[in-house]
């Protein structure tokens, strides 16, 4: 459920719900892609990364699938980017299919075969920093929306795209790779006729809280 605000901008090309039983080949009962999560080893590696209070959060919202979900509901019209690069050594592109596939290979960027095959059947579009030919950070575009945990799925329609699992890893944050990522993933939007984009980011997640605003993100409701 996502609650919005009084007085909050309509939305009205969006819709959260049950993951229909039907529709689980084609928009999946999507396992979170999380290395080990019930291990020790990650919830220490999520405690680092948060803060003792914020990383429990992550891991209460992950271990249960999804189904505690504790995020902020996000919109912001695009415009045309007309930044440099902040990381001109970096390639920053949409990720072909066969650089997806090697991406599954390398735990450390958690994403799976069985998710990456049902994003790409949706048309999902990957959209990732390279270093050396090697996938750093990535960001995934729904242009027709795209599950939440395993029990909801985030619909979409035009003029909006919804913005879903991005990540870094842990040796390129702080280099405002998602910015790069954000501004070429705006072009690829504008070309195909998007015009807004729509997120969940969760409310431990302050770096991205904090660059979503500085974008012109504008927050519609919780969840």
């Known amino acids: 459920m996502v609650k919005v605000p009084c007085g909050a901008p309509v939305v009205g090309s969006v819709a959260i719900t049950e993951s229909p039983k039907a529709a689980d080949v084609t928009r999946g009962k999507v396992p979170l892609s999380i290395v080990s999560k019930n291990s020790i080893k990650y919830l220490l590696k999520e405690v680092r990364r948060w803060g003792y209070l914020h990383g429990l959060l992550v891991v209460l919202a992950r ?4 189904n505690l979900l504790l995020a902020k509901v996000l919109t912001r019209r695009i415009t045309m ?20 596939q090697r991406a599954c290979r390398d735990p ?39 599950p939440h945990g395993q029990d909801l799925f985030v619909e979409v329609s035009s003029p909006y795209v ?5 990540f870094c890893l842990e040796e390129y944050r702080g280099l405002a790779l ?31 809280l904090r660059a979503y605003a500085k974008a012109g993100g504008t927050v519609i409701g919780y969840a």
């Open 63 to 66: 271990v249960t699938n999804g």
């Open 81 to 100: 980017p007309t930044n440099d690069p902040i990381n001109p050594e970096l390639d920053v592109r949409q990720a072909s299919v066969a650089e997806i």
């Open 108 to 146: 450390e960027l958690e994403v799976t075969i069985s998710f990456t095959k049902q994003a790409i059947a949706r048309e999902d579009l990957c959209v990732a920093a390279f270093h050396n030919d090697k996938m750093v950070a990535y960001s995934w575009i729904g242009f027709h929306g795209a």
């Open 162 to 166: 919804y913005i879903y699992k991005s």
């Open 178 to 208: 998602m910015r790069d990522i954000g501004w070429e993933r705006d072009r690829i939007v504008l070309a195909r006729g998007g015009e807004n984009t729509l997120g969940f980011i969760e409310l431990h997640n302050r770096p991205s």
